[in-house]
């Protein structure tokens, strides 16, 4: 893979699209680049397909692209987004062959969703970390056993392939590019004018927090969920919390072991911790993620990510930026004191 722009030339991004693709998965990442232009005119986004010819989408309509993948010339950032369609049906030998034009074409190579399914079937892939929308991690790993897939990466770099989870993760991802190209600021720039998330970090997990365990049932308990998770730094009790649920704190502590598996002031803890483990990942210090997370001061986080990881925040933030990702998983069950 090889291409970088001049001075004079926009950095072309190529998006490879085909019959069944999923909307959201292109249509987000090329907003990205194109909300980029409107302080640093740099991108050039290209629609291809790989005939030439217009696709229907997953939501029907046909979408006109600028041209067939073959003819397209070099990019300097191609990306291959996915399909709700099962890979085997969607992965066909047009989108293989095009891809692999493109991928001999272009800087940097990506997959959104189950695009990566493109890139291993190519054997881009192989011998290199890599992760999918977390329902096809399985017959990603199955199927394509030299893949070190991460199961719970919101996006993955291994040298210049990226490949990210489902749907918004493009989003994320291209963020990510757009910081690489210009820096945080730009890229914070795009977030905001997009309403998103400033970049969540490719190591954050797909599934938030609140969505970690089982789900409230009750709408009381829903509430009290919801409050924690808007502001976990607060001096949250099982009274505070029950006097918000307008309930006694031993009715909502049994109906938090009822419904969530856990005591409220578990569940406070299980939430500060996923904050604090997501500002590691943006970047944060172990001080400043912990005072925003709501542990006071950073020996309780240390002791914390000392019970739950076997590793101090420390070095699991070293990890994160050393890798791109994480191995390390999250104990749900446990405690955080």
Not at 152 to 160: K, L, S
Not at 247 to 262: D, G
Request: net charge neutral; with cysteine; glycine share 8%.
């Amino acid at each position: 893979m090889s291409y970088s722009p001049t001075a004079k030339s926009p950095r072309r991004i190529g998006i490879l699209i085909y019959d069944g693709i999923k909307m959201l998965d292109f249509v987000g990442p090329a907003e990205v680049f194109v909300e980029a232009n409107q302080s640093i005119p740099d991108y050039e986004v290209v629609l291809v397909s790989p005939d030439g010819a217009s696709v229907r989408t997953s939501i029907g309509g046909p979408i006109e692209v600028s041209g067939a993948a073959g003819d397209a010339g070099r990019f300097d950032t191609v990306m291959v987004p996915g399909s709700e369609l099962p890979p085997a049906q969607f992965v066909t030998d047009k989108v293989l062959a095009a891809t692999r034009v493109l991928a001999a074409n272009t800087r940097r190579l990506a997959s959104i969703c189950s695009g990566a399914f493109v890139l291993a079937e190519l054997g881009l892939l192989n011998g290199r970390q890599a992760t999918t929308h977390w329902k096809f991690v399985p017959a990603l790993a199955r199927n394509y056993p030299q893949i070190d897939v991460q199961p719970d990466a919101i996006f993955v770099r291994d040298g210049n392939l990226y490949s990210s989870a489902g749907v918004v993760a493009g989003v994320d991802l291209a963020l990510a590019l757009v910081e690489q190209d210009h820096g945080s600021e730009a890229a914070r720039r795009v977030a905001q004018s997009l309403v998103v998330d400033t970049q969540r970090a490719g190591g954050r997990s797909q599934f938030s927090a609140s969505l970690t365990g089982p789900a409230p049932r009750s709408a009381l308990v829903r509430r009290v969920v919801d409050l924690i998770c808007a502001d976990p730094a607060f001096p949250h009790t099982v009274q505070t919390l029950a006097a918000h649920a307008h309930i006694s704190p031993r009715h909502l502590t049994r109906l938090f072991r009822t419904e969530l598996e856990r005591a409220p002031a578990e569940y406070v803890g299980f939430i500060r911790f996923c904050a604090a483990r997501d500002l590691l990942h943006a970047g944060h210090t172990v001080t400043e993620a912990a005072i925003s997370a709501g542990f006071g001061n950073s020996e309780a986080l240390r002791r914390a990510f000392v019970t739950r990881l076997g590793v101090s925040p420390q070095k699991y933030q070293q990890r994160f930026r050393s890798t791109g990702s994480t191995t390390f998983e999250t104990d749900a069950d446990a405690a955080v004191s």
